[in-house]
């Protein structure tokens, strides 16, 4: 049943906060090397369902998979399957009290992965790579925010994860630091990584999608290329959420 | 008006002079010091274990851990007595009920005032806690990091520093407190005092003379406090 390439699998995936169901019923699946980008009007869900593919929200109902392992299981080691997937916040949640430097390298450290010279030449070579090596001993609070946006990206790749998940990364950001990040991101996904992205960046999501998934009422509404979505819309809420986006 | 300063030159000579008493000072000083230095200790030890049972609990979302649970009603039944009563009757039980047969006062002493400490400390500590962006627990967890070491590397280092002028207050109470000790017999300083008051008779000169002594003592911390503060401040310049 599972596609030998598939990274995610998400069957009936539902999420209640207290009475208020957030996800209902989501089947998606993610292939390795797939770049998805997840759009949608505010409080669709569409954050919610990145969340619970790390299980930093636990699903009410419902299974992910992970390389074809249920994730949601009870005897799941949650901390061995987030290694494995980065994630970078809206806002950034840098760690105020560490240096750039320290930031990259304490959980390749902490979880083992690298040992201390190993983790501090993979934050140098990161940091060469998004342009930002004379940082490495600031603390986050001197940098601009898409320069802590740039080393909270550093920050997961430093684990070598296998999929890069993203909520709204440049939400936060002044509109001239957008191009940096998305620049850096850009960058990543011709790199071969997997990544789901949930943003309002509809030039991103059009440049770099494989596909689109427009979110809204908890549940996926309409999802296909970008071309499909942006220039052939059929579901009339997604066409009323572009006409009011573009 | 020379009589009162001869008089006040005889008092002195009897506060502090004659029979070596300003020893007894030193020594009363040297007592409440270690005291307060020992509660200390034990106050922020379990003050921080305490907090973190607490917001544990608080944080946990969902499925209620029974474990934690019951450690989470014990660390609220423990704020609740100890901020609940008197100090000073908590050293009276402990020297005169609990530790009867001990006469290890200081030991009872630092124990009693760590104990206290720690309550006042917890709450602190877990409003420090408290005060730090989930965000940073989640990106710590995100990375693969299991809780404890998001606690222990991320949340508590930042809290501290958060809570850090509480924290000094705290020190500079807990030491005034130390004066409490005399109930069960320790010479501290403010017991070296009244003995010598009751051999001397002499009131005056040995209760300013400590009073200036904590007061003293006080402001040194409150300056060795600020210096620390700035110094902690430094690594992250706004």
């Not at chain 1, 005897?75 to 990259?104: C, S, W, Y």
């Amino acid at each position: 049943m599972n596609a030998d390439n598939e990274l995610i699998r998400i069957e009936h995936l539902q999420k209640r906060f207290g009475g208020n169901l957030v996800l209902k019923d989501i089947n998606e699946h993610i292939l390795e090397g797939e770049k998805v980008v997840i759009i949608g009007p505010s409080g669709s869900g569409k954050s919610t369902l990145l969340r619970c593919l790390n299980l930093l929200e636990r699903p009410t109902a419902g299974h992910i998979y992970f390389e074809g392992s249920d994730i949601t299981a009870k005897k799941t080691d949650i901390n061995a399957i987030r290694m494995q997937m980065g994630m970078v916040f809206q806002h950034f949640n840098l760690f105020p009290h560490k240096t750039v430097q320290e930031n990259i390298t304490l959980a390749p450290v902490e979880t083992h992965r690298m040992n201390k010279e190993e983790a501090n030449e993979e934050a140098t070579k990161l940091l060469k790579r998004v342009g930002l090596l004379d940082k490495a001993d600031a603390y986050p609070s001197s940098l601009s925010g898409g320069q802590q946006q740039r080393i909270a990206i550093v920050r997961a790749l430093a684990m070598h994860p296998k999929v890069m998940l993203f909520d709204e990364p440049t939400s936060a950001l002044d509109p001239e630091m957008v191009g940096e990040v998305l620049e850096v991101m850009k960058e990543l996904a011709d790199s071969g990584m997997t990544m789901a992205v949930v943003t309002h960046e509809m030039g991103f999501a059009r440049e770099v999608a494989d596909r689109v998934l427009f979110c809204a009422d908890g549940g996926i509404q309409e999802e296909g290329t970008a071309e499909e979505i942006f220039s052939h819309p059929k579901n009339p809420r997604l066409k009323d959420f572009l006409s009011k986006i573009l | 008006m020379q009589a009162f300063f001869s008089s006040l030159s005889s008092q002195f000579y009897i506060s502090f002079v004659d029979q070596n008493r300003w020893q007894s000072y030193l020594k009363g000083l040297g007592v409440s010091f270690l005291v307060t230095a020992g509660a200390l200790a034990i106050g922020i030890v379990i003050g921080i274990l305490v907090a973190i049972c607490r917001t544990a609990h608080d944080q946990k979302k969902g499925k209620v851990n029974p474990v934690l649970s019951v450690f989470n009603r014990i660390c609220i039944i423990y704020t609740t007595v100890i901020r609940g009563t008197p100090m000073m009757v908590q050293l009276l039980i402990m020297g005169f009920v609990v530790f009867v047969s001990s006469r290890n006062l200081i030991g009872i002493a630092i124990l009693t005032l760590g104990i206290n400490s720690g309550a006042y400390v917890s709450e602190i500590i877990r409003s420090g806690i408290m005060s730090i962006d989930p965000g940073q627990m989640e990106a710590g967890r995100s990375l693969g990091l299991p809780y404890s070491t998001v606690m222990n590397k991320i949340i508590i280092p930042q809290a501290i520093k958060n809570v850090f002028p509480a924290l000094g207050n705290e020190l500079i109470t807990l030491f005034k407190d130390t004066s409490l000790v005399t109930v069960i017999g320790l010479t501290d300083l403010t017991k070296a005092a009244m003995q010598i008051q009751a051999r001397t008779y002499q009131a005056f000169m040995p209760y300013l003379c400590i009073a200036g002594l904590y007061l003293l003592c006080v402001m040194i911390m409150t300056k060795i406090l600020g210096t620390v503060e700035g110094r902690m401040r430094k690594s992250e310049r706004r």
